[in-house]
């Protein structure tokens, strides 16, 4: 007798944290961190501020710093927990043998240790003693500048990229998603130029937002179920 038809494949469902809730909490508490220094103080000081005026800051605000530090500390958790999520699935997506997807988890994972190191150094100026030592409030506030900025935004921008190349490949984004994805993602690399020239520094909130805004919409739009492979019709006697 002949072999019965073949079974219609099942859709089955990648498993892991929601990914909607995981980037609106990284970007909520980073949001909320700058926030809280705004309101408490002003805008974080640059590398290019004067060093009298980068001293007054952490000597006159380490209550809010160490508050915002706290925040930023905690935000990038789940943006490490996002960033392992996206990329696992990715691959459950079909793209498991992709370099994009190996970029877009150690992207993540530097991008969330990067924000990490920042917020930890800024917890260290607001200690105090530390924040009236004019011998090394200079060179802890740079070093939390160039961690929290440059350095956490192009590694976000390799996460940007590392998805958003797959993405385009396999067709799981629409097309003016991705784009604006690889856009973003030379933005934030760009975004070292900030290290030398001053001029380079407004790449870093456009790579930073729109980097968390993107990461936002690709955890609403990425799919999250595949068609299993199709069954092998078991043969019987004729």
Excluded: C, K, N
Aim: hydrophobic fraction near 55%; aromatic fraction near 6%.
């Amino acid at each position: 007798m002949p072999a019965p038809l073949a079974e219609q494949p099942a859709a089955i469902r990648h498993v892991g944290p929601p990914l909607v809730p995981l980037a609106l909490i990284a970007t909520t508490l980073f949001v909320a961190s700058l926030v809280v220094g705004a309101a408490g103080g002003g805008p974080f000081p640059s590398p290019y501020d004067s060093g009298s005026d980068v001293f007054a800051f952490f000597a006159e605000h380490s209550t809010t710093v160490r508050v915002a530090a706290a925040l930023q500390f905690a935000s990038a958790v789940p943006l490490a927990i996002l960033a392992a999520s996206l990329s696992s699935r990715v691959r459950f997506l079909g793209f498991s043998q992709v370099p994009g997807v190996l970029i877009a988890s150690t992207g993540g994972i530097l991008a969330s240790g990067m924000l990490t190191t920042s917020a930890l150094v800024q917890w260290v100026l607001s200690r105090p003693g530390v924040a009236t030592d004019r011998a090394i409030v200079r060179p802890l506030a740079d070093l939390a500048f160039a961690t929290g900025g440059p350095g956490h935004v192009v590694f976000l921008g390799l996460l940007l990229a590392g998805l958003a190349v797959p993405a385009a490949i396999g067709h799981l984004l629409p097309r003016p998603f991705w784009i604006a994805g690889l856009a973003l993602a030379v933005i934030a690399e760009l975004s070292t130029i900030a290290l030398v020239s001053e001029p380079a520094a407004v790449l870093l909130p456009i790579g930073r937002f729109g980097g968390l805004a993107w990461l936002v919409g690709a955890a609403a739009l990425l799919p999250a179920r595949r068609s299993a492979p199709s069954l092998i019709p078991e043969r019987t006697p004729s």
